[in-house]
């Protein structure tokens, strides 16, 4: 595959290529936590704009629980997804 990019940032190649890297691990990061751990991929949501809403509550979530250290999506639901309180307190 080739990928083509625009850019008005004066630099050689090797930069670029440190950007275009670093952009990619962080949606591949994000988009591996949306498909493993909340099973995105086999959502069975339907309608208009449904499953697109639910994608971006999705990515909230992930990055609320970043911002308040959890490194492991996994350990995160375990730890907060019954206790109101834990969850609650992530929102302030």
Known sequence: MVAYYISSLVADAEIFAQGIRGHWGI????????????????????????????????????????????????IAQRLISNNIPTLLALLQ
Do not use: C, Y
């Not at 949306?34 to 999705?58: L, W």
């Open 27 to 74: 949606e591949n990061r994000l988009h591996w936590s949306k498909d493993v751990v909340f099973q995105e991929d086999r959502s069975s949501i339907t309608g208009a704009h449904a499953p697109a809403n639910m994608s971006i509550i999705r990515s909230i979530v992930i990055n609320l629980l970043r911002s308040n250290g959890f490194s492991s999506m996994t």
